[in-house]
Nanobody
Framework: QVQLVESGGGLVQAGDSLRLSCAASERTFSTWTAAWFRQAPGKERDFVAA???????YYTDSVKGRFTISRDIIKNAVDLQMNSLNPEDTAVYYC??????????????????WGQGTQVTVSS
């Protein structure tokens, strides 16, 4: 069973930055598509960003230009650098991946393995 462990969440003020990290138990994680989703209270889990093995990246419109998804091969992890945070970014952030090819990386149904989530709270 693949395990994903997120870290880096916390409480910050509007305009601040945070860097989330998702470490995987499987060494071949670097060859899989990985993504970040987030879920705010009372809302559905929404796509944030994804990265393919090729390095191609995808972002939801609301985070383009502020968030950057990347791989850390040494840590066997996928990171999410979040800049210019605002209160609307407040949510539990989840890391996800799949050991199979993903046709559509922006939908939660494409992912087989999920982390436990890390809370990000942005105060105004």
């Amino acid at each position: 069973q693949v395990q994903l462990v997120e870290s880096g969440g916390g409480l910050v003020q509007a305009g601040d930055s945070l860097r989330l990290s998702c470490a995987a138990s499987e060494r071949t994680f670097s060859t899989w598509t990985a993504a970040w989703f987030r879920q705010a209270p009372g809302k559905e889990r929404d796509f944030v960003a994804a990265i393919r093995r090729s390095g191609n990246t995808y972002y939801t419109d609301s985070v383009k230009g502020r968030f950057t998804i990347s791989r850390d091969i040494i840590k066997n992890a996928v990171d999410l650098q979040m800049n210019s945070l605002n209160p609307e970014d407040t949510a539990v952030y989840y890391c996800a991946t799949n050991d199979r090819f993903i046709l559509i990386p922006t939908t939660s149904g494409s992912y087989k393995y999920w982390g436990q989530g890390t809370q990000v709270t942005v105060s105004s």
